[in-house]
């Protein structure tokens, strides 16, 4: 199995996500490193074990990283799970620590894939460090589009020069807006899916029917992490970039793959599939 680390601010995605990495035996969960976004790190860091002990995988270390302001309660809920962090079981496991790049120092090995889907904070201040990701999937950005401000996608626009650091060190694969607006797990996917999951989706739901985007919730961290499951699931295409100072992804001149396409029909059921119980 390919070890996997997964940097997250769980986030009802992101708990999507997870629940995908742990749920597959493609992958061996190595570590979940932790970040603020969606709330802020105490409840990120909180989540991400109490969802841990869901999956029945106390075994799997946590790493608490980076603080920051967060921002996405109207999407993810005050608690990060749409207000039913408290459905989750306790984790008595105590954290690796707040030292995520000596985490990844420890825990790094030519085979393993780190998923970053959240601000990049962690990722930025490990590359900075002297890291290298063997292979770095990072969900964020939007080509020509945005979902926090006009031209910027939240996980970037948290944390600019973050993303900056990543697109122009880390050699990343990006998963953007573009593709993961299409992917979209609607009441017929959340109806198949285990219901303490679908349980964290009512406050995204509200948020996103209120705007009239669509009848259920985009699965954008789910996404990246399928690439590390099923390598070219998601096909890619080289593109010329750099992050400016808004966190908007723009023209220049470092090479990222960016993951343009995926069969959606295909990848949905493959999700449905492993996130039901
Ligand atoms: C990203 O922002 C977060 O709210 C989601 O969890 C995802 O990582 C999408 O823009
Ligand atoms: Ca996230």
Known sequence: ATPLIIDTDPGVDDAFAIALAARS???????????????????????????????????????????GPSGAADVHGEDGLGGQ????????????????TGFYREHLTPETVVVAIGPQTNIARALDAGIVFPRLI????????????????????????????VIRKGNPVVVPLNLTHRCIADTEFLAKVDPVLSNFTGTYRAYLANRSENQGIYVHDAVAV???????????????????????????????????????????????????V
């Open 138 to 165: 990072v969900m964020g950005g939007g080509l020509d589009v945005g979902n926090t401000t006009e031209r910027a996608e939240f996980n970037f626009w948290a944390d600019p020069a973050a993303a900056r650091t």
């Open 25 to 67: 035996p493609e992958v061996e969960l190595v570590g979940l490193t932790t970040v603020f976004g969606n709330v802020g790190l105490d409840l990120t860091t909180r989540n991400a074990q109490r969802l841990l002990a869901y999956l029945g995988r106390t075994d799997v270390p946590v790493a608490k990283g980076a603080e």
């Open 85 to 100: 962090a408290h459905t989750l079981p306790e984790n008595g496991r105590e954290l690796f620590g707040d030292d995520v």
């Open 226 to 276: 399928a690439e590390a499951i099923v390598p070219g699931a998601l096909k890619t295409k080289t593109h010329r970039l750099d992050v400016d100072d808004e966190g908007a992804l723009v023209d220049g001149n470092h090479q990222v793959e960016v993951a343009e396409d995926t069969d959606w029909p295909a990848l949905r059921a493959f999700m449905e599939q492993r996130l039901s």
